[in-house]
C-alpha cells in the first residue's frame, strides 16, 4: 500500500483483510494516517475482478489458487505475491508443498514474475508470479550465468533474512525476545525457497536461510566454481542497463542501503582460492523482494516507465 | 540529500564535505548509488552563496556564524540546521554554548524555522534557524497551549532519542555494543536543548533526554499541569490544519509510524491524578527534528507547496 | 531456574508448565542443556507442597489464588511473582485488578518482598509477594524518602522497559517487527503498577511506562520536589549497607551495566531548576525485578547469605 | 575479568590498560562495580611475569611479541588472545599479517590453545595461543573429521558474526547506526582467520565473514561433501565427552542459548541434495571464541576442573 499511494498512476480501490476487516486502515497501521481511509474489507473476487484493472494478492501458500481462478475469468490482472503460481509444472508444486495444484491448467498461463528474467512475457501476461524474497536475492546473483553459459556445478546459497520474511502472525519464534541478539539456520536442507531457485539454475543448488535480528532485508551470499574476473565482467555487462540492479564497482553491499527500496546492489568477489566466485546480493525482502517487484509487474504489464513509484532511496546511507 | 534528490522543484547543487572532500558521493552513501554522482567538495562561501538560491548548513555549533555571515551578504537564503541562530538573544547563546557569538547583529534576522510557530516569518525571511531535535519534540507538544493561553507551571519533558540524534563521528559512547541492549539518561539538567525550549515555553521547563537502541526516532513525554479534555480539544482544533502533524483521535504514537518521514503524531492523554495532562509526541529526528523540517522551510521560502517532496511514507506501519 | 540451577543450596525439584508439560526442559530452554534433565509437568499443588521447601509461582494475575492456598496449608513456602499478593487490601486489588480477591484473608499473611524495604519481616513470612519489575525501579528510586520524611508532593516516574516485560506469549504486539526501530508510551493513565507504586509512595504518583527495543531492562526516571544535595546524601547513606542497590558517585546508570544480575545502579541527580531532584534507577526487569528478587527472598526465608547464588555480573560491562 | 572475578581458584592481579591506566576500574566498566576496586595500570612486564603466575594479553596483532618474550622469560605462563603466536610457521604468519615474527624461535613453545584439539599439549605448555573467534566456530564444527579421516575437498565456511567482534575502539564501521538494520559480508577472500582455519583443515576453505546487528555471538555455517549420516554419528562419538561442546540430538542451535557462556552448540544436519553435510556451529564469540577459552586452558595449565569458573548459562534460553 505504501508503494501503491505514492504511484502516480495508480488509484488504491478496495483494499482487502480477512481477520482485519472493518476496521480503519489508517487505525490497523497508522504510517498511512492522513494518506488512506476507509476500511478493509471482506474479498468477493468475481466483484472485485470486475472493478479493478488489477488484483494484489497477498496469501498463505495455497489460498491463492481459487481466487485467482475467479479473478482471471473477469479478465482483471493479477499479480500474485504467494507461492501457488510460481512453479510452471504442477508436480514441483506438490512435491515441494505437499498439496496437489487446483488450477495446474492456469500454470501455463502464469508468468514468473522477475522483469530481469521475463521483461516481455510479464508485459503481455495476465497473470503474474512474483517471486519468492529469496528467490529473488539468489537468483539475481545466478541470472547472468543462468541466460548465457549456464552453471555447471552446484551452487551454495547462504542466505539470511530479517524478520519481516516470517510475515505479521503472532508466533513465539518472530517475537521480539526470540529473535534479539540471536542468530540461527533454519530450514535447513528443506526450505520451499531452494526448489524455486532450482527450477531455473537447473543444477543442485544448497540453499540455507538464516533468521538474523533486523526488520527488512536479505543478504545472498553465492559460491559458484567460476573464475570471478570473467564473471565480474559478465555480471557488469548483464546489468548494465537495469534499472534496479547494480553491480558494485567496489565495496561489498549492505541491506540498509536498499531497505525501503526496489533495488538490488550486487558484489561479485574472489574467493581466497582460485576458481571460486563469491556474489553478494542485498535486497529488501519487502521491496525488491515482494511489493517493489510487484509494482515493477504493474508497471509492465501496463506500459508505464519501469521506475514509476520505485523512486524511494533508502533511509540508511 | 535523500529528500533534495526526490524533490521535483530542486536542483541538487554543490554537497560539501569537510573530511570526505573528493570522494564520491554515492561511494560514501551507496544509497543514493544511480541517483547522484559527482563528488564531495569543500566549501567557498562566497562563490557558493553566488551559484545557488538555498544553502542547507549542517555544521557542530559554533560553525556556522561565519558561513551564515559570507552567504547571507552574497543574497543567497540559507538554512542552518545547527545551534548557532536558534536564540534570539546572544546572551542566551553565550550561557548555554559557553562562547559568545561572532555576529549577534544576525540573530535578530534569523527566523526560528519551525513552521507551526512562525509560517509568515519564514516565507519572507533570508536566514532560517532550523530547530533542534528535542525542541521540534518537545515543543509540538506545547504549542497549542503556548499559542493561546500560554503556560503557567512547570512542565516536564522526558524524551527518548535514537543514536542517530549523536551524528555519525566516531565515539566509544556511540559504538553498537554500547549503545545495543540497553538505555540511559544522559546530560540530566544541563543539555543544551533545554533553554532551547525553555525559550519558548516561557516556564521551567525540566528536560531530560534519553538515549535508546534504535537508529531514528524521538519521542517526548510531556506533563502538563491541565485539564485533559480541554487540552485534548484544543490541540486537535489548533492542528486540524497542519499539513505534517496529526492529534491521534485514540492509540498511542509510535516512532516507527513516522520514521523515514516528516510527519508528528501526538496524543493528548489523562493522567492517572486529575489535573494532569500526558501529551506524547513522536517524531524521526533526521526527518521532522532536522532535514524534513529544513525543506518544509524551503517550501516556504520558495512558496511551493508545503508538502512538496515530503510525501514519504514510514516503512514501518 | 537460570539462577536456581547455579544455587549451591537449591535442589531443583519439579518443574511446572501448563501448555508445554511433557516436553523435555532442555529441549524448550536450550540454555540449559547439559545443567537440567527431565520435563516440564503438570501441577498438582497439594502434593507439591508437601514435597517441597519452596515453590516459586510465576501465574498471571488472578491465577495465583487458589494455588497459593493449596500451598500454604501445606506448611510450604511460597513466592509469588505474580500480583495476586501485592495489594494489602482486597478493595484496592479489586480496583486495579477488576476482580474480587478469592482468598482475602491471606493478604495479612502476606509480606511484601522487597528485601531493601521489609527484610526483617521477609524472613519470618510464609507467603513473598514479589514485588512487580516496574514497582521495584521506582520504589528502590524512592524508598530512602518513604522510609525517613515521606514524600509530601505529586511524584512523576516515567519507566522505559524491555519487551521480556510482557512474557512470552504470542501477541502481535511483542513481534519483533513491531518493536524494532521503535518506542511508544502505554497505558498512560492506566497502568497497574501506578497503584503498586502509589501504595507505598502514599502520594499521587503519575506512573508511564513506554516499551523499548531491547529484552532486558528498566529505566526509571524519578522526578521529585526536593532538594538534590540532601537526597544525594540521604540516598548515599540508605543504601551503603544494601548488597545490590549502588547510588552511583558520578556518572548515570545504564539498563546493560545490570543486565542479567540482581543489581539496581541509582543516579540522584540536580534538575536544570532548583527544587527538583531527578532520581534514574536502573534494572534488570528479569533480575532485580523478578527472579532475581525471588531467590534473595528464598536466602531471606531460609536465613542464607544474601548474595548466595546473586553473585553473577552483567555481560555487559 | 568477569570470568575471573567469579573463579574460585583466582585471585586478580594487576589490570593492565594502556590509554585507561589511572583510571578507576569500576568506572570504566560499571559492571563491576562493588566487585572490583582499584584502577588499570601501564604494563611493566619484566615485573609482572615475577608477581603473577599467569598473565593473559589481549592486544592487537603484532603487539604480543616483545611482551611474550620479556614473560616468558621470568618463567610466568602466558595465555595469549592475540594473533602472534598462533601460527606454527613464522612464514605463514609474515603471508597473512604481512608482518616478519619478532620471535619466531618461540612459535615451537606455543601451543594453540584449543582445548578440544590439544588437551594435553596444554596442560603441560608455558606459552598458550588462545584461538581466534572465527577458527573456534569453525573448527569445532570440522574438528571431527580432522582427527579422525581428515577433510578431502574444499570446505565453504559462511560465518556471521555480532559487532564485539571489532572490538571497542572508536571506529565509524562499528557506530550503531551504521551497524543497526543491516547485514553486510566484509573481508571477502581475505580475512585472516581463513588460513588460521586452513593450518589445520589441511584443505582450501572458503571462507566469509559477515557484520550482524547483535552485540555477541558467532554462527558458522559449513559445507561439507561427506554423507550426513555418518557425519552425525562420528561427531556425537566424539563430543561425547567434551564439557563445553554439545552436538544437538534435534533443532538448531542459536547464539543466544550460548551467549555469555563457554558453551558451543552444533547440528549436524543433511542438505537438500545427497553427499553434502551442513554443520552449524554457534558459540559466543567473547566467551568460547575468547575469555572462555583463556580460562579453560588457565584451568588445564594449572589442573584444576575443567569448568571452574566456567559454570555460567546465557540469560536467553
Not at 501476461?125 to 517471486?131: E, M, S, V
Not at 529473535?179 to 540453499?207: C, D, M, T
Not at 515493477?296 to 504489464?301: I, S, V
Given at each position: 500500500m505504501r508503494?501503491?499511494?505514492?504511484?502516480?498512476?495508480?488509484?488504491?480501490?478496495?483494499?482487502?483483510?480477512?481477520?482485519?476487516?472493518?476496521?480503519?486502515?489508517?487505525?490497523?497501521?497508522?504510517?498511512?494516517?492522513?494518506?488512506?481511509?476507509g476500511q478493509f474489507e471482506k474479498a468477493n473476487y468475481g466483484v472485485l475482478g470486475k472493478e479493478h484493472d488489477v488484483v494484489f494478492l497477498c496469501l498463505p501458500h495455497g489460498q491463492s489458487q481459487g481466487p485467482v481462478e475467479e479473478l482471471i475469468s473477469t479478465g482483471c490482472k493479477v499479480v500474485d505475491l504467494g507461492a501457488d503460481f510460481r512453479f510452471a509444472d504442477a508436480e514441483a508444486y506438490r512435491k515441494t508443498y505437499g498439496e496437489s495444484h487446483q488450477c495446474p491448467e492456469l500454470l501455463g498461463k502464469a508468468v514468473y514474475g522477475m522483469p530481469e528474467m521475463n521483461r516481455a512475457s510479464i508485459?503481455?501476461?495476465?497473470?503474474?508470479?512474483?517471486?519468492g524474497c529469496y528467490p529473488t536475492a539468489s537468483l539475481l546473483a545466478l541470472l547472468p550465468l543462468i541466460k548465457t553459459q549456464g552453471l555447471d556445478s552446484t551452487v551454495i546459497v547462504d542466505a539470511?533474512?530479517?524478520?519481516?520474511?516470517?510475515?505479521?502472525?503472532?508466533?513465539?519464534?518472530?517475537?521480539?525476545?526470540?529473535?534479539?541478539?540471536?542468530?540461527?539456520?533454519?530450514?535447513?536442507?528443506?526450505?520451499?525457497?531452494?526448489?524455486?531457485?532450482?527450477?531455473?539454475?537447473?543444477?543442485?543448488?544448497?540453499?540455507?536461510?538464516?533468521?538474523?535480528?533486523?526488520?527488512?532485508?536479505?543478504?545472498?551470499?553465492?559460491?559458484?566454481?567460476?573464475?570471478?574476473?570473467?564473471?565480474?565482467?559478465?555480471?557488469?555487462?548483464?546489468?548494465?542497463?537495469?534499472?534496479?540492479?547494480?553491480?558494485?564497482?567496489?565495496?561489498?553491499?549492505?541491506?540498509?542501503?536498499v531497505a525501503g527500496t526496489n533495488r538490488c546492489h550486487l558484489a561479485v568477489c574472489p574467493a581466497h582460492h582460485s576458481g571460486y566466485t563469491i556474489v553478494v546480493s542485498a535486497?529488501?525482502?519487502?521491496?525488491?523482494?515482494?511489493?517493489?517487484?510487484?509494482?515493477?509487474?504493474?508497471?509492465?504489464?501496463?506500459?508505464?516507465?519501469?521506475?514509476t513509484g520505485l523512486e524511494s532511496l533508502a533511509l540508511a546511507p
Open positions: 508503494y501503491l499511494v505514492s504511484h502516480p498512476q495508480v488509484q488504491l480501490g478496495t483494499c482487502l483483510a480477512n481477520q482485519q476487516a472493518g476496521e480503519e486502515i489508517a487505525h490497523v497501521y497508522p504510517s498511512l494516517l492522513g494518506r488512506v481511509t508485459a503481455s501476461a495476465q497473470l503474474i508470479a512474483n517471486p539470511k533474512s530479517g524478520v519481516s520474511g516470517a510475515g505479521r502472525s503472532a508466533k513465539i519464534s518472530s517475537l521480539y525476545c526470540e529473535v534479539n541478539e540471536s542468530i540461527k539456520a533454519y530450514g535447513v536442507g528443506e526450505h520451499r525457497h531452494g526448489p524455486e531457485i532450482e527450477q531455473f539454475a537447473r543444477q543442485p543448488v544448497l540453499f540455507t536461510p538464516h533468521l538474523i535480528p533486523m526488520t527488512r532485508g536479505i543478504l545472498a551470499t553465492v559460491y559458484i566454481q567460476k573464475d570471478p574476473e570473467e564473471l565480474k565482467a559478465l555480471y557488469t555487462e548483464f546489468y548494465s542497463e537495469e534499472p534496479f540492479v547494480s553491480v558494485l564497482d567496489s565495496g561489498l553491499p549492505s541491506t540498509r542501503s535486497i529488501d525482502n519487502l521491496g525488491k523482494g515482494a511489493a517493489g517487484t510487484a509494482v515493477h509487474n504493474l508497471n509492465l504489464l501496463f506500459q508505464l516507465p519501469e521506475e
